[in-house]
């Protein structure tokens, strides 16, 4: 059984500042990231204490096509994408692709505004954009402090950074199939809630939800296919978030306690808070 460390999760709108505006009404002030090896995206960054981060990427020009998730980029899709940290993404790649999945491998930059070039190699599993099914993966070529920090809003706070990644998926089974396939996940929780059938993958940073009606998880579905659709961060303490953090409601997941960030200004982004 393979133990995954989620890199950093993808937000995607047609205009970067929306992104930003929404998470600095919730308390977590996000930090310009700068521009892309493609110059044709950008992007700011909420980094946390455990090295995980919130991407927030749009074209810099409104309307440009963008070479990697434009359709999630023009249609204000949020969650886009989630990625995991490795030690050596060719390996990774050679394994994905001796089980029949597709795999590429890319090498990007980002130019921070300070100047300075983070470099990195990415793999990209399975079919689609990177990162919507199963994870793209990533290792640092330079120093990871050049790609991501602690930001300012969330440094020495009790939220550590992403526990579980939520993917909205339109074949539970085949999905499940393939998570074990490649990670050796054999041991799931099933549960359900008012709009999905639930499958927690223990003692991983996953959970797939199959849209059991119609409901806001079903269109994204019916839009997008298999994509990420709520990401639940890590508190070290519950009450302390409640009470400095827009929460609309709370819900029990296998379990556990989870606290969802009020949506009403930007219902496509789904975030929540559990105790780790």
């Not at 890319?106 to 505004?113: D, G, I």
């Amino acid at each position: 059984m393979r133990n995954l460390k989620i890199d950093h999760i993808t937000f995607a709108s047609t205009e970067l500042v929306q992104l930003e505006t929404f998470f600095s009404s919730a308390g977590l002030d996000t930090v310009y990231g700068g521009i892309h090896s493609n110059q044709v995206t950008h992007m700011s960054i909420l980094g946390f204490e455990d090295g995980s981060y919130i991407e927030l990427i749009s074209t810099i020009n409104k309307g440009e096509e963008s070479p990697l998730w434009n359709r999630y980029i023009t249609g204000n899709a949020g969650f886009c994408a989630w990625a995991v940290e490795v030690d050596n993404v060719f390996e990774e790649a050679q394994k994905a692709s001796s089980l029949g999945i597709p795999v590429k491998t890319v090498y990007m930059n980002r130019k921070r505004p300070d100047g300075q070039l983070a470099e990195w190699d990415l793999a990209f599993l399975g079919d689609g954009e990177p990162g919507t099914l199963l994870p793209f993966v990533i290792k640092d070529r330079t120093d990871r402090n050049l790609r991501v920090v602690p930001t300012p809003s969330v440094t020495g706070s009790e939220l550590k950074g992403i526990a579980k990644v939520v993917i909205a998926v339109a074949d539970l089974f085949k999905s499940v199939e393939l998570f074990q396939k490649l990670y050796g996940w054999t041991e799931i929780e099933e549960a359900k809630n008012d709009c999905a059938k639930l499958i927690n993958f223990k003692n991983s940073p996953l959970l797939l939800a199959s849209p059991t009606n119609n409901s806001w998880l079903k269109e994204k579905v019916d839009c997008y296919g298999s994509i990420p659709c709520a990401a639940i961060i890590g508190s070290r303490d519950l009450e302390i978030t409640a009470s400095r953090l827009l929460i609309c409601k709370q819900e029990i997941f296998f379990g556990r306690k989870v606290l969802w960030l009020d949506t009403e200004k930007l219902s496509q982004i789904r975030v929540g808070y559990t105790e780790v």
